[in-house]
Each structure stands twice: as C-alpha cells, then as structure tokens.
C-alpha cells in the first residue's frame, strides 16, 4: 500500500489542483447522470402517452375468417410470458349525427373490466361512472364538449348496417389525444355483437399488452404465425415515433461520449503534470529500491482517488440536478434509474484509471540516476 500512501500525499501536497480535478469530474458525472436520465424519461414519457393506454398488439381475422374467438385471447397470454394482458374486442365504425354535423366514431365493444386494463379508463374518467351496462357507452372529452353531451344524455349512432341505435352516456373520459377524445368511443360487449350481427362468442379483435413494448413486433410475428390470424403492432403504426427515439437516443450518447473524453482529458492533463513535478521524488524513490511497477502504480492511484471522489461528488450533484428539475414548469419528472446511474459511475472511474496509463508508463521508465543527477 506504499504506491497508495505516496499518491494520498502527492495529491494533499497540490490541494487547490486536486479539488479542481474532482470537481472536473464531479461536473462531467453529473452531467451525464443529468441528461441520460432526461433523456430516458421523456423517452418513457413518450412511450407511456402513444401505447401505454391502447393495445400493443391488435390480433385480427386472417384471410379466411370475419371474427376470431375469444379463447384466443386465453391462448396469447399462455403461450407468450411477455403478455401482460389479452382481452377479445368488437370494433365497428359509427356515425353520430348533431344538427347539419356529423362525425365518425370508433366503436369498441367489450367488458368493462378488460377494457379497463388496456385503456386505464377508471384512471381518466372526468365525469360521470366508468359503467358499461347494456345500452350505455362512454365517449371522449373533445367529443363531449364539441356536441354538448354529457353523463346521462341519449346518444344515437347510425351503425354500418343503415340502422339507428341509441346508447345512454354512463361517462366521458380523457385519454391524453385530441383525436382518441373526439373520434372514440366504448360501448358493451353485447351491444357491439348485436350491431356487427355476431354471436356471443366470436369477436373482431383481440388486444394485448406486454411487459415489454419493444418487443411487440417479435411476439405479433409468433402469435400471427401460430393462430393463422393478421397481427398488427405499434410499432409498424409509429414508425415517425421510433426514429424520434432513436435521434434522441443517438444525441443522448454523443454527449455522454464527449462528457467522458473531456473528464478523460482533465485526468490525464493533471496526472502529466504531476508527473512532471514529482520527477526528482519518483526517481529519488526509485533509487533506494521501488519497482517500476510500484512507481507507475502511483500515478494509478491518483487516478483512482479523484475518479472515485469526482464520481461521489458527481453522483450528488446530479441527483441535485434531477430534483431541482422537479420544480421546473414541465408536463414530466425525470426519474433517475440506479442502474444508469451505477454505470455511468463505474464508467467515470475507469476513465479516470484509463487516463493514468501514459503518466504510469512514462514514470516506469525513469531513470533514477539521471533525474538525481540532473538535480
């Protein structure tokens, strides 16, 4: 432990130097604890508002068939761990009719509980009762507010078949899109089957969520090949979204990259220099019997101390940073990962370790009798 002892000393023996290397790296941690941590939140954010309240993967009728059975949905979630949920849909088109306006809606017919666990739709009620008994149905905010409907007002659709139906509104809800709020709406299991004309146990989709939504498009391809059904996932649908993440991603990398290479910099700068200025107590140390290996084990541990101190420092820092972000007037919080964080102070410290290879390698070839007698 001598190397570790005489690197203590040549650090306390520059203080002012030394604390502004820490705080180097203290600066440059914390900035990458900082943006990669925005970065992957708004990235969650982005992924929770597109799919976290619809379906990942929507299972249809193959060539051959009109409907899917229910049972479907049962066999999805056993045969595929990634399936968090799997409930079986109608879906039908509608036209609601107000005065000289008309628009058309996207009906979804299901069981309240099960649609509940794919659209969160308890969560984003703003009036009335998250119900769906015969003849009732619940529709969005934008279509409530534009046509002056509300909890407990008829509403008459004209179904694909030319024939008028009339639901009675239990709720209207708020599903975070303008389009999903005016253009969607929910109904019963059984009023859909009878406005599609199909029986009890046949359905025209079954919807599924997964534990995992990059990897709808692996699970659609297995489900779609298995049951001879068309499988239909987010990601063939968010294509736009996808490359957004992944520019987000790619400048996300770059910074950090750049962060990494100036605290690399920093390190290795300050190290020369020590390197410089103790010349005459190396080679005086070299003299009385330390080992080349002992000597560039020195400066290894220089690096090692202000990596380790910056990466402290840096780590507080940059949970200071994300909590003073929670008082910024933004419709998000970053939520810092441990495990991001722990990686990127494991990659601080071997950077700053790395750094110390050139001031090592050239204290070992010192020679011990020409620095004495060069004074």
Aim: charged letters at 15%.
């Amino acid at each position: 432990m001598l190397s570790l002892k005489i690197a203590a000393r040549f650090l306390k023996s520059s203080p002012g130097q030394s604390a502004l290397i820490i705080a180097g790296i203290a600066v440059g941690i914390a900035t990458q604890i900082f943006v990669g941590s925005l970065i992957t939140s708004l990235q969650a954010d982005l992924i929770d508002a597109a799919v976290g309240s619809s379906p990942h993967i929507t299972l249809l009728p193959g060539d051959s068939a009109s409907t899917v059975p229910g049972t479907l949905a049962t066999t999805a979630s056993k045969s595929e761990p990634l399936v968090a949920t799997a409930i079986p849909v109608r879906t039908l088109s509608a036209i609601y009719t107000s005065g000289e306006d008309s628009v058309p809606l996207s009906i979804t017919g299901g069981d309240a509980t099960d649609l509940g666990l794919i659209y969160k739709l308890e969560d984003r009620m703003v009036s009335g009762t998250y119900r769906l008994s015969a003849g009732e149905a619940l529709v969005g905010t934008v279509f409530a507010e534009k046509y002056d409907v509300g909890a407990g007002d008829p509403l008459e659709l004209l179904l694909p078949d030319g024939t008028m139906a009339e639901f009675t509104v239990s709720g209207v809800f708020d599903l975070g899109q303008a389009t999903a709020n005016e253009r969607v709406a929910f109904v019963d299991a059984a009023s859909a089957a009878d406005a599609l004309g199909i029986a009890d146990e046949e359905y025209t989709a079954i919807q599924i969520q997964l534990t995992d939504v990059f990897a709808s498009t692996e699970v659609a391809d297995r489900l779609g090949n298995d049951n001879d059904v068309t499988a239909v996932d987010w990601q063939a649908e968010n294509a736009e979204l996808l490359s957004g993440l992944a520019a987000q991603s790619g400048s996300s990398i770059m910074i950090q990259v750049f962060v990494l290479i100036a605290v690399a910099l920093g390190i290795a700068s300050t190290l020369a220099i020590s390197a410089v200025q103790k010349t005459r107590q190396i080679g005086i140390l070299k003299a009385i019997g330390m080992g080349d290996g002992a000597a560039g084990r020195i400066f290894a541990w220089q690096a090692a101390l202000l990596g380790a101190g910056g990466t402290l420092g840096g780590i507080a820092l940059g949970y200071g940073l994300i909590w003073g972000f929670s008082f910024a007037p933004v419709p998000f919080s970053i939520r810092p990962e441990p495990t991001f964080i722990a990686i990127s102070a494991g990659i601080g410290i071997t950077v700053a370790l790395l750094s110390s290879i050139i001031p090592a390698r050239s204290t070992s070839r010192l020679d011990p009798i020409e620095v004495i007698q060069n004074g």
